[in-house]
């Protein structure tokens, strides 16, 4: 297996777990695997609720040794499920950025002067910057008096933006620079 490949079984090619700022998006799947996504899986697939489970009358080794060659048949099917969990979770925090976009809009009379610092004052769940787009936070990329453009990227590896100008709201799954290049649409439902 390359090292680009997710184990089913264990972190490749690494002893300890990177930050999530460094980490590549196969090594946050490893992660999450090692971290209870691979417990979790093993307890619903011994309850039948999962992969049809062990058969009856199997020792703990037997049913650990079968979760563990489904599971390896069945890895492609996690990581895009992780993968979609992920992309709509980023989508989320884009959604709860532009209310608070939209919100500072409203006190301050247009998007201008929305900085970080305000933003994390409207809503301190989220983190915001003005840098970067990266997992974990929000970039405001351009906030004028008439539009906003918003960014971040996905646990997976997705990069999105969602603007807003007089037009109205627009979506993209691009690491996007201008509120017209946030085109495109593509969000998951």
Avoid at 20 to 28: C, F, I, L, S
Avoid at 40 to 50: D, N, Q, R, T
Avoid at 148 to 164: F, K, P, Q
Wanted: aromatic share 8%; proline share 5%; net charge negative.
């Amino acid at each position: 297996m390359s090292p680009a490949q997710p184990s089913a079984t264990g972190t490749a090619g690494s002893t300890s777990p990177p930050t999530v700022d460094e980490a590549t998006p196969n090594q946050r799947f490893q992660s999450w695997l090692n971290g209870g996504g691979q417990a979790g899986a093993y307890e619903l697939w011994s309850s039948g609720e999962l992969g049809g489970g062990p058969p009856p009358g199997a020792t703990r080794k037997e049913r650990r040794a079968l979760f563990e060659k489904w599971l390896a048949a069945n890895i492609d099917a996690f990581r895009n499920a992780w993968d979609r969990t992920q992309v709509l979770h980023a989508q989320a925090d884009l959604r709860t950025a532009m209310s608070v976009a939209v919100t500072y809009r409203v006190d301050h009379a247009g998007f201008a002067g929305l900085t970080p610092s305000e933003a994390e004052a409207i809503d301190p769940g989220l983190a915001f910057n003005v840098t970067e787009t990266v997992v974990g936070e929000v970039s405001i990329r351009i906030a004028t008096q008439g539009s906003v453009l918003l960014t971040t990227e996905s646990r997976s590896g997705g990069m999105l933006c969602m603007a807003y100008e007089t037009d109205g709201v627009s979506y993209g799954t691009k690491d996007a620079m201008t509120v017209a290049g946030c085109d495109g649409g593509g969000w998951l439902t």
